[in-house]
């Protein structure tokens, strides 16, 4: 496996690691979710501390998980992290579903979205729905596999280009609204509470472990990974805060509660007149398409690292890496592959869903591995150590358990089918051993 690393180019930088982690964060979700959140809070205020939370709980993994990335500077993320700490079995569980659902559902779920707003935008057919969805993500995959500096600079870019119509919103939207941010009730009762208002937020702060399955081809991972997922997240929280004071000082309360996922477009519209409808549409596709380039990007390199632990069928190909290139072709097709799978035959948002219970589960297992390397290892050099230890490490921890408690109390049949999905893994696992 350290050959397999070593092939791999360190033409990462800290700007494109930062955009990698601003990119996979923001999608959809700061367009679509704050309905949902302050539907589920029951007023402003809570809304806002919902957002507030979910980051807070978000930044707390992204510190904790970066020590991990630290002492582990590997390709392959959580996976190579737990199979450092827990050993083989554990790891690949986590590989497994990270490869077989959670990654190629996220990219299918993200083509769909894309090609479904793209569709209307230029009056295309609905029936060129799946096909230019399909061609989206293997278009993104083709060019990730030229190598990380070219999805890099794709990713930059598109990360510019989304803050752009969120700027325009949370600058006019504060400027021009005259409504009260605060106190604001939804006019919905009973709310669903505070648990289903966070794990909304935290739905749309998904995506910031991304960076860390790329440490090994970042140039210095010591000292950029832990500043791309601070300065990334922090960017993220601002934009999100800030976004949503804005819809709320346009929209009374029950109203963004009422209009639930157009409720960014109807400010926009508020505040722009006819044009603003389209420029939140661009603003959404170029969104996507950062995300879709960011998760092609990460998601390739766990089957990649299982493949160099001889774990998965044809692991001889999914472990080759072009000299030309520098980056696993292979595991990037496959995943690619997968994603078109599950556009056709299933729906990409519930596997999403259910994917979402067993990884919260999985960094759990992380975060606490933080304590038991410390253990391991107390007189290890560590150029980077989570701040506030342990007190960081361990809002994290109750963080993530509070997320499977609410997920398990609200959707128990989802996280069931997770649990089942997972433990399917297993004989493949015994087979391949």
């Known amino acids: 496996m350290e050959e397999g690393q070593s092939n791999l180019q360190k033409n990462l930088g800290l700007m494109p690691a930062m955009a990698l982690v601003i990119g996979m964060v923001i999608g959809s979700g700061i367009f679509m979710k704050s309905g949902s959140v302050i539907l589920a809070a029951g007023d402003s205020t809570m809304a806002l501390m919902a957002w507030v939370l979910g980051g807070s709980i978000t930044l707390a993994a992204g510190l904790t998980v970066s020590e991990l990335g630290v002492q582990i500077p590997k390709t392959g993320g959580l996976y190579t992290y737990l199979n450092e700490v827990y050993g083989e079995m554990w790891a690949y569980l986590y590989g497994w579903m990270q490869t077989v659902i959670y990654g190629p559902a996220t990219i299918g779920a993200l083509g769909l979205y894309f090609s479904s707003l793209l569709l209307p935008f230029f009056g295309i057919s609905e029936e060129f729905r799946l096909p230019i969805a399909v061609g989206s993500v293997f278009f993104m995959t083709g060019v990730n596999c030229l190598g990380t500096k070219y999805g890099g600079f794709i990713q930059t870019v598109a990360t510019i280009g989304k803050l752009i119509p969120i700027a325009l919103i949370v600058i006019f939207g504060l400027w021009k609204g005259n409504g009260q941010v605060l106190g604001m009730t939804s006019g919905v009762t009973p709310p669903l509470g505070m648990g289903a208002a966070i794990l909304a937020t935290l ?90 380039n960011g998760y092609i990007l990460t998601n390739g390199r766990v089957p990649y690292a299982m493949a160099l ?74 150029s980077y150590s989570v701040p506030g230890y342990p007190i960081i490490p361990m809002i994290a921890i109750l963080g993530a358990f509070y997320i499977i408690a609410s997920m398990f109390m609200n959707k128990p049949m989802d996280a069931m089918v997770a649990i089942g999905i997972t433990v399917v893994g297993l004989p493949v696992y015994w087979f391949a051993k």
């Open 309 to 382: 632990n001889e774990q998965l069928p044809a692991s001889s190909i999914l472990a080759k890496v072009p000299a030309s290139v520098g980056a696993p072709v292979n595991a990037m097709l496959l995943e690619a592959s997968l994603a078109t799978a599950l556009m056709i035959f299933w729906d990409p948002d519930s596997l999403t869903d259910i994917a979402m219970f067993v990884m919260w589960t999985f960094y759990v297992s992380a975060f606490i591995a933080v304590f038991i390397l410390r253990k391991r290892y107390p007189n290890a050099k560590r």
């Open 203 to 292: 739905w749309a702060y998904d995506g910031w472990v991304g960076v860390s399955f790329v440490a090994g081809e970042m140039k210095n991972p010591a000292k950029q990974l832990p500043k791309a997922i601070v300065f990334g997240l922090g960017i993220v929280m601002i934009a999100y805060l800030t976004m949503n004071m804005a819809i709320m000082h346009v929209l009374p309360a029950a109203e963004i509660a009422a209009l639930g996922k157009m409720a960014a477009s109807t400010t926009a519209g508020l505040l722009f007149g006819e044009m603003g409808g389209k420029i939140i549409s661009i603003g959404i596709l170029v969104s996507i398409f950062g995300a879709l």
